[in-house]
C-alpha cells in the first residue's frame, strides 16, 4: 500500500492548504467509496468518529485497508462480522497524529449512514467525516488533538463549517462515538470556537 503526498503550492492561504479538496499536510490513498455531493450542497458539518481494527488494536493498516476495500475478511474473527461492509471516511487520524486523507472533501465520504442532524437528514451529502484511531468512551492521545485543532483550523479556513458533531450525535441510538472520552472543551480550546458549533450537550449547564 502506498500513500502519494500532495505537492507543494505557492498559492495563498487558504488555498495553499487544499487542492482539489485534498489537505496539503495528509497522506492520500484514495478510497473508492465515495460519490459526488447533491449539487448546491454546502458543506457545513464535521463528525467525529472513533474506529480501530480489530477493537483495541492501535498501529496497524486495517483501517486503510478497510476504507480502500483491500481488508481480509478471514484475517480476524472481528472482521467476519463487517464482511462486506464498504465504508471510508475524508480523515483518519492515527493514535501518533500521522493524518490520512482518503476522500476529496469536494465528494462524499460514506461515514455518517443513516443520521439526522441541524434538521437535515443524510448528512453523509454536507459533511466531512474525521475517524479518530480508538475505542468509544476511551480517552485519545495527545498527538491526535494536535493533528485534529490543526486540520480543524484548515477545514474552518477552507470550507463554510458551522457544526461539529460526533457520530453519536448525528445517529443518535445507533453510534456512541466517539463517546465520553473524547474532550470536547479541548477540541473547543484547539480551535477558539463558540460554545454555538459544537454539539448542545457539551456545553449544557
Known sequence: MTATESAPTTESAPAA???????????????????????ATQVDLIVLHAISLPPGAYGGDAVQRLFTNQLDWNEHPYYQTIEGLQVSSHFFIQRTGE?????????????????????????????????????????????????????????????????????????????????????????????????RILPRRTHQA
Do not use: M
Not at 138 to 159: D, M, N, V, W
Open 99 to 195: 493524518l490520512w486523507q482518503f476522500v476529496s472533501c469536494k465528494d462524499r465520504a460514506w461515514h455518517a449512514g443513516v443520521s439526522h442532524y441541524r434538521g437535515r437528514a443524510n448528512c453523509n451529502d454536507d459533511s466531512i467525516g474525521i475517524e479518530l484511531e480508538g475505542l468509544e468512551s476511551e480517552p485519545f492521545a495527545e498527538p491526535q488533538y494536535e493533528t485534529l485543532a490543526s486540520l480543524g483550523a484548515a477545514l474552518l479556513q477552507g470550507f463554510p463549517i458551522q457544526h461539529i458533531a460526533g457520530h453519536e450525535d448525528v445517529a443518535p441510538g445507533r453510534k456512541f462515538d466517539p463517546g465520553a472520552g473524547f474532550d470536547w472543551p479541548r477540541l473547543q480550546q484547539g480551535l477558539g470556537c463558540g460554545d
Open 17 to 39: 492548504l487544499w487542492r482539489d479538496g485534498w489537505y496539503r499536510f495528509a497522506r492520500h490513498l484514495r478510497s473508492p467509496n465515495c460519490g459526488q455531493r447533491p449539487l
